[in-house]
Structure formats: structure tokens, C-alpha cells
């Protein structure tokens, strides 16, 4: 419904490099934000690029400017090379935010509130520099925290001018952000300790997935089910980011020592460990192991119902600095989680709280092979998870209970003065 005082709810601008029908998470999220804003009265634009998270094949074609869905998008021109090559997606990110910069110093309104992400890592600096030449509000939504990624994948090296003058960038970023959104405590927790944030400016809201489009649904009954032959076998599913902050040594070993059982194990996505994964694949000769492409949204549905059980998995030391988003259609779908993290996760926390699934430790395939055979021998209890699954999500995860949340931190930005620094000190380091 929308906001009984719509009248005097602020503009919102979203700004990120990814936005639907693009294939990355972010960009869909973004988009069912932007939406739901719309139909709570919000006035929203959204200044993004042109398709290019995925593979070419995955970029379908959109219009410069138009109004979908009550909301007003505009793309920027920009490169369009593969994001996995780092030249490229340098030139990507610098035709992106030269132009952008421009637009907003140019465009923006004092009345207006922006929502920078961290596609680009550094986006939200737009946002920093434009609040020093002219009034302009603005929140921070925090993804991926960098450098911290770049430092945990070995492409900066800690203690490095790189990293020091990322941080102080970043220190000065948050800091002059009306408030900043995180997906995690762990996430608020590195905002407010490395950045010194006043933690009542920053705001844990997590992601979310479509809570009419992924309903759960009998395997049986799913044409990619059929299609694939997964409605007989035992099936554990891991469908997203095949990406670094993932971990995937665990479940492939797991796979191997599965062979001969009525066992299937199906990898869905796209990311900067696919060529491994299929070299492994091949390698092991896992012939009880399915690599597939990003599914088409409209297909979604299909695809994360045709298993038993849905892979969720977070690498080691990416706490706090990443969150794997596709929990939530995993809960949607009402499918049994089977995380695996490190033994201080939050998601290991959720899952056994809530007793939606089962966890395992990192590098533990004695213990990933258990937890499978006996899912696999108590059919039963797997639906009571999924089922429980199901009901957290209503409760917790929808798109209209966190947009809700993002409108509440929207308004804040809106009426609230600018931060000061907290706590009142000098920091020690660039």
C-alpha cells in the first residue's frame, strides 16, 4: 500500500552497475526494491549500466531510458568486457563511474536521497565527493566490503599504500553517509569498528527473495526436474555465485565419495570458479555431478524446486565481508539448507536455531557425506526442515518486510542531520 504521506516522502535515487534484467543478484534485488518503493509512493529513479554481469547470451536488450514498473531507469553507456578479466572490468567500472559522477554533481537535488551500492566497490565515494561540492544526502548499501575482498583473494596486499588509501577513502565515505545498510551483524560490526560509524546509523537488513514467484513445489511435478533426471535420485543443489567467496572443495569431495549411491549433486550459476569446478568434475569423474548455466528468472522457480536439499555455503574468512544471498530463495523454495561455513557463522547460527537444515564445518567431508546419507534415509524429516524453512522465510525474509526496513533508513536520511565522526578521535592509520 502506499505511504499515507507519500506527499512528503523524499525522491530516491538508486545507483548501482547491475539492474534487470541483468543477471546479477544485486541487479534483480535492486530492481524489486526500486518496485516496492514505487508502490509505497516513493518517487524512485535508478542510474545503472547496460547489461553485462553475465555471459553475452544473457544480455538481453533494454532501453537507454524508460518507465517500468512505476519506476523511472536510466542507463549510462559503458564497456562491456568479460568482468572476469581485470583489464576489462576496469574499463567497465571507469566508463560506468566517470560519467555517473558527472551526472550526479550535475543533477542531484538537496531534496533527494541516493542509495550507492558496492557495484563498483568504491561507488559510494560519488557520493561523498558530490556531499562536498553541494548539499546531497545519501545512504550506503554494503554488499561486499572492500579491500577487505580484494586483501582475502591475494589481488591487494594487506598493509599496501592500495589498501591503506582504500580504507581512509572508505573512512571518509562512511562517515559523511546520512546511514549505511549492511546484510549482516558481522557486517555492521566491521562498518562500525574499522570506519568508527556511529552504530545507529548503520542498519542490518537482510536480502530477500520473490515470495510469489518461489513457493515450494513437489520435485516431481518440475519439467527441469524431468529434464535433467533428478526427480529419482537424492538431490543437493547449489544454485547462485559460483564465485571466490564460495567454498566448493567440501561438496565435490563429498560427491565423490557418494558415487554408486542414489545420489545427484547439481551446480547452477556462474563465477569465477566455474572453470575449476568443471576441470574438478571431469577430473574426479563425478558422473553423479551436473553443471549448469544461470537459469532464466521466469524459470526459477522450476529449477530450485527440483531438489531435496539446497547447498549453502560461505569460504573461510569472508564473514562479515560477504553473505550468500542465495539463503533466502533457498528458504523460499521451502527446501532443507545444508551450510557450510566456518563454526562461528551466522549461518550456521540460523540454520541450527531455526532448525531448517543441517551444518557443516569447512573442509569436513566425513561429516558433509553423513549428513547427506542420513537426509537421504529420513525423507521425513527433511520435509519438517523444509516446511520450518518455509515459515522463517514468511516471517523473517520477504521482499515487503526488508523493502519495509529500507524505507524506514530512506526516511531517516531524509530528515536527519549529518553525521558526526564516532567516536571522537583521530585515527592512527591512513
Known sequence: MPD????????????????????????????????????????VKVLTARPSYGPPETWKPVEWNEEADGVNIKRLWTTRFSKDNMIGRGLNILTFVLPLTIRVLLTSRAADVHLYTTNPPFLGSVGMIVSRIRKHRYVLLLHDAHPQVGVWTGKIKSGSMVERVWMWLNRKTYRHADQSIVLCEAAKKLVVDTYHVDPARVHVIPNWADEQTLKPLPKAQQPFARDHKLIEPFVLMYSGNLGLYYEFETMLAAAERLKGENFKMVLIGSGGRKPWIAEQIKARNLTNTVLLPYQPIEKLHESLNSCDCSGVTIAK???????????????????????????????RDLVEQHGVGRWCELGDVDGLVRIIKEMMADLEACKRQGAAARVLFEHRYTRPISCGKYADVLKLAAVGDKPAPYPAQTPTTA
Do not use: M
Not at 534483480?28 to 526494491?33: K, T
Open 317 to 347: 574468512g569472508i564473514e562479515g565481508i560477504s553473505f550468500p544471498s542465495k539463503l533466502y530463495s533457498s528458504l523460499a523454495v521451502g527446501k532443507p539448507i545444508v551450510a557450510i561455513s566456518e563454526s562461528t557463522s551466522e549461518l
Open 4 to 43: 499515507k504521506n507519500c506527499a512528503s516522502l523524499p525522491q530516491v535515487v538508486i545507483l548501482n552497475q547491475y539492474y534487470a534484467p541483468d543477471v546479477a543478484s544485486t541487479g534483480q534485488l535492486l530492481h524489486e526494491l526500486a518496485v516496492e518503493l514505487a508502490e509505497h509512493g516513493f518517487n
